[in-house]
């Protein structure tokens, strides 16, 4: 069992920066593989990044490449992701996610949630 506790969000102007955290509990958390995704109202949920235990990483290179960083300490059982550059596109719930071993940009295949963090980008 996995408990995931988002922090970071805020209110933030294009251009600006964030760093969300993604804090959990649970003796499996250092093999899981752990995701972002993000889900805009009215918008299906997207995948943002994830992070495998081992550190193999993939991005939506679409959406994020370039200007979202993400990263774990497993010392610390937290996943963050650093976000660059925002766009007010990228205005947001941002929610934590994890799964056993592989990484995966489906949210279908993540069994374990946090409750989510606004992240809003004014321009």
């Known amino acids: 069992q996995v408990q995931l506790v988002e922090s970071g969000g805020g209110l933030v102007q294009a251009g600006g920066s964030l760093r969300l955290s993604c804090a959990a509990s649970g003796r499996t958390f250092s093999t899981a593989a752990t995701g972002w995704f993000r889900q805009a109202p009215g918008r299906e949920r997207e995948f943002v990044a994830a992070i495998s235990g081992s550190g193999r990483i993939i991005y939506n290179t679409h959406s994020v490449k370039g200007r979202f960083t993400i990263s774990r300490d497993n010392a610390k059982n937290t996943v963050d992701l650093q976000m660059n550059s925002l766009k007010p596109e990228d205005t947001a719930v941002y929610y934590c996610?994890?799964?056993?071993?592989?990484?995966?940009?489906?949210?279908?295949?993540?069994?374990?949630w946090g409750q989510g963090t606004q992240v809003t980008v004014s321009s």
């Open positions: 996610a994890a799964r056993s071993w592989v990484v995966s940009d489906s949210p279908n295949d993540y069994d374990y």
